[in-house]
């Protein structure tokens, strides 16, 4: 039996999959007081199970969070309920296995994956797909979609390529995504996008890494993944999965852990792969499989008004800070910015990638890096409103040609980045 303490699963949980043994396909679901989402997730994931892969043997984990609300009674129910038939689908070949199971390690979504790639490194599956909790746009196609490219094409690494509401997914949307495509020369859409595929090679190399105890393992996770997959040259590809519909969050509410540490992570990974994002020059697409659809996602409503409130209140108690962070330029622009905000506001593009720019090489030398992150977090308040402001008449299409707008900026402008990180002496 498994005993090594820093395991993410639990000695019960060890026990389970010696009686398993092995399995084609793993599928991982993290979760969190999620008892009103998840049974709908799972049964999404057994009829696309059954439906595409009825003769591999599959296993299921719950990586659960300490859930309080009946998360895991709701996935046993549908774990244990029948109901293939009632939805055209032959029971599979080889039944579904799983459990719903409380990880072990430092609290967040990197825990829970660490202890679902655990169980797909020791049933030597073959490929292993994970998937949000708060899905309700999920089908049973989404099975396919994930594990398909890894089984079928020999694909390390698959990105849900989603079609979002235009002020859903505000972080990805302002700096995961152009970043990491300016620093990497790959544009993958969704690089913090919840729901992803991986081979049995990368699971492997992602164990073998030395993050677990760090903050990757709260939010971080998404963007480390990857980055990593990017970065260590694995084929990767996105796959067209419809609209996402879950418990998004008007990017105005408190999402400062999140920030700190999604962008914490994309900002250390920066040290440690200079040598290649200093080389990349521009950037080239990356495959998408699946039918593309025009597909209308939920709206979203946002209080502009609160962002700029939080971005003024922000800039004055910050403003002495930001005077050593950002360039003089950047500095005299932002508080421009922060003078003519009421009741509107107007935030270069190219100012704001200057800021992520300055903070990335501040970064490397700061010591409170907690504190450095959450000064970002009025900005991007800042930046964000003015987005909003600007795109309010235009459709989600519209909208995502000034979010390519802006990834140009950052390609374009990484000179500058160069020359920020080279003064700083990172």
Known sequence: MKTDNRSALSKDAWHTLESVREADIVIGIPSYNN??????????????????????????????????????????????????????VDKPEQPLTGFSTPYHGIPGKGSAFK?????????????????????????????????????????????????????????????????????????????????????????????RKDVWDTDVARFGIDIWMTTTAMVERFKICQSFMGAKIHDAKDPGADLAPMFVQVVGTLFSLMKGYESRWRETLGSRPTAIFGFETEVS?????????????????????????????????????????????????????????????????VFQKEGDKKRLLESLIPIYFGYVASFVKETETYDDFRAEETIEDLCEIYEDTKSYLLQKWDEKGC
Not at 50 to 61: C, E, N, S, T
């Open 115 to 207: 202890a679902i790639f655990e169980a797909a490194r020791y049933l030597k599956a073959r490929a292993c797909a994970v998937f949000d909790s708060d899905l309700r746009s999920i089908t049973p196609e989404w099975v396919q979609l994930l594990i398909a490219p890894v089984l079928e094409k020999g694909y390390g690494y698959v990105c849900p390529f989603y079609r979002r509401y235009k002020y859903d997914g505000t972080i990805t949307n302002s700096i995961a995504y152009p970043l990491t495509r300016a620093l990497y020369g790959r544009r993958v859409r969704q690089p913090i996008g919840g729901d992803f595929g991986f081979s049995a090679e990368l699971v492997d190399l992602y164990l």
């Open 297 to 361: 996602p939920l709206p979203l409503q946002v209080n502009i008004a609160r962002m700029i409130e939080k971005f003024r209140d922000g800039f004055d108690e910050n403003q002495l800070y930001y005077q050593q962070i950002l360039s003089s330029d950047c500095m005299s622009k932002l508080a421009e910015v922060r003078e003519m905000c009421t009741p509107s506001i107007d935030f270069p593009r190219l100012l704001w990638v200057r800021i992520i720019y300055n903070y990335a090489a």
């Open 35 to 88: 008892a009103a989402t998840i049974g709908h997730v799972i049964k999404a994931v057994k009829l696309g199970l059954a439906k595409y892969y009825p003769d591999k043997r599959a296993f299921l984990i719950n990586s659960d969070g300490g859930s309080t609300d009946g998360t895991a009674e709701a996935v046993l129910a549908v774990l244990n309920d029948d109901t293939y038939g009632i939805n055209l």
